[in-house]
C-alpha cells in the first residue's frame, strides 16, 4: 500500500487530497495517514495540508524497491531486484537464492553490509545510506576459466556508468578496481560455483563508495563520488545507468563467448597500462612493466629478465611501484 500512495504522490505531482488517495486506493483516511507517515520516516519530503492534502517535494537517496523499479527498464538484469536495509554480505545473500534456483539477472542491494567482502578473505567497509552495495545472478553458458572476463566487463560498465552520471574522470585499475584521482571509489567481486568444463552460476559483487565522507586511517587509498566531485550524487541512478549498460554489452558477450570485442574501450579506460607495477603472485613478488590486456583479459607483463608473461586475475595483485595505482 505504501508504494501505490508514492506512485500517486509522483503521478500527481502537486496537492492530491486524502479523501482522493483513500478512494482511488480503497482505504481508509486513516490508513492513508499511516503510509504517508511511513514515507516520511523512510526520507520523503511530504508536505501536508488540511485543506490541499499531500505533496511529494522531495525524493530521498534510497534504494528501495520503489524507487528503483520505476526507473530501471532492462529486461534480465534487475527484472527481479531485491533490496534490503541491511544484510551480511549482498553476495551470500545472492547465494541462497541462486541455490534455490533464482533466475539469471537476479539482483540485490542493501543499504548496509554487516561483512561485506573483498577478494581473499578480506573485508569491504559498506556503512549505510553512502554506497552501492550490490549483487548480480548470472548463469552464463561459458567455462569456468572465462568467469573473471565478467568482472572485467562489469568494471568497465560500472566506470562508464559512473563516468555518465558524475562527469568524473574514471580510470580501471586492472582486473577491477575502479580509480577516481588515484584512489579506490569501486571493487568488485566475483564469485562462482562450477563444474569442472560448466557453470552454474556467477554472483558479481560490485560495492561504489558513492556519498560517504570520511574514511577510517587505514583505507587511505579510498575514496568517494562524493569527495571527489565536491557534491552528493543519487545512487539510483548510477545503479540504473550500470545495469542498463552492462545488459546490453553481457547479452554480446553471451552470444561472442569472449571479452575480444570489448578491450578497446577496456585498454581506454585502464590506468594500469604502460606503467611499471609491483606483480604479487603467491610463489614471488616482481617488478614488470605493463604491455598489454590480452585477448582472454590477463595482463601481459615483462619482467625484469625481459620475458613476457601473462598475469590471471585471480592469482596475482598488482601494485604501483609508487602507490596504489
Ligand atoms: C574488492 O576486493 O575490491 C571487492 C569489493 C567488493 C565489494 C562488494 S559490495 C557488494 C558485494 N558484497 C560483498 O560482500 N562484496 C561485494 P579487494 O580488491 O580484495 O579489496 C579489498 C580491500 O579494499 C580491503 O582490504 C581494503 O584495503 C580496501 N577496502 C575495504 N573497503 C573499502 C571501501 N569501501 N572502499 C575502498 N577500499 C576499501
Redesign the pocket.
Known amino acids: 500500500m505504501k508504494d501505490k500512495v508514492l506512485a500517486l504522490l509522483k503521478e500527481q505531482n502537486e496537492y492530491i487530497s486524502g479523501e482522493e488517495i483513500s478512494n482511488r486506493l480503497g482505504v481508509t483516511r486513516a490508513g492513508v495517514w499511516k503510509n504517508i507517515n511511513k514515507l516520511k520516516e523512510e526520507g520523503y519530503h511530504i508536505e501536508s495540508s488540511t485543506k490541499k492534502g499531500y505533496h511529494l517535494i522531495n525524493t530521498p537517496d534510497i534504494l528501495t524497491h520503489a524507487e528503483l523499479s520505476n526507473i530501471i527498464h532492462t529486461e534480465i538484469l534487475g527484472k527481479n531486484i531485491c533490496c534490503y536495509e541491511e544484510v ?5 545473500t545472492v547465494k541462497v537464492l541462486a541455490r534455490q534456483g533464482a533466475k539469471e539477472g537476479t539482483v540485490v542491494i ?1 543499504d548496509k ?1 554487516l ?6 578473505g ?5 556503512p549505510s545510506g553512502t ?1 552501492i ?3 548480480i545472478l548470472l548463469r552464463p553458458n561459458i567455462i569456468p576459466a572465462q568467469a573473471s572476463q565478467l568482472t572485467l566487463l562489469a568494471g568497465l560498465n560500472m566506470c562508464e556508468a559512473i563516468q555518465r552520471v558524475t562527469g568524473l574522470e574514471c580510470k580501471i585499475k586492472w582486473p ?2 575502479i580509480v577516481v584521482n588515484g584512489k ?6 566475483t564469485e562462482m560455483s562450477a563444474e569442472l568444463d560448466r557453470i552454474n552460476y556467477v554472483i558479481l ?3 561504489v ?1 558513492v556519498n ?1 565522507k570520511s ?1 577510517p586511517t ?2 587511505s ?3 568517494s563520488l562524493s569527495i571527489a566531485g565536491g557534491k552528493d550524487y543519487l545512487r539510483r541512478y548510477i545503479v540504473k545507468e550500470f545495469l542498463q549498460l552492462f545488459e546490453t554489452d553481457y547479452m554480446r558477450y553471451k552470444d561472442e563467448k569472449s571479452i575480444e570485442i570489448f578491450l578497446e574501450r577496456y585498454r581506454a579506460s585502464c590506468i594500469t597500462l604502460h606503467n611499471h607495477v609491483k606483480v604479487i603472485a603467491a610463489e614471488r613478488e616482481y617488478i614488470a612493466y605493463t604491455k598489454d590486456i590480452g585477448q582472454d583479459g590477463s595482463l601481459i607483463v615483462i619482467d625484469e629478465e625481459g620475458g613476457e608473461k601473462s598475469v590471471f586475475s585471480g592469482e596475482v ?1 598488482v601494485r604501483g611501484i609508487y602507490g596504489y595505482i
Open positions: 551480511d554480505s549482498t553476495n551470500q542493501a553490509q561483512m561485506g567482502k573483498g577478494r581473499l578480506k573485508t569491504w567497509e559498506s554506497g552495495w550490490m549483487s577491477n578496481d579506490k571509489v569501486c571493487g568488485i567481486l559483487g560490485i560495492g563508495n560517504t574514511f587505514e583505507l587509498h579510498a575514496t595483485s
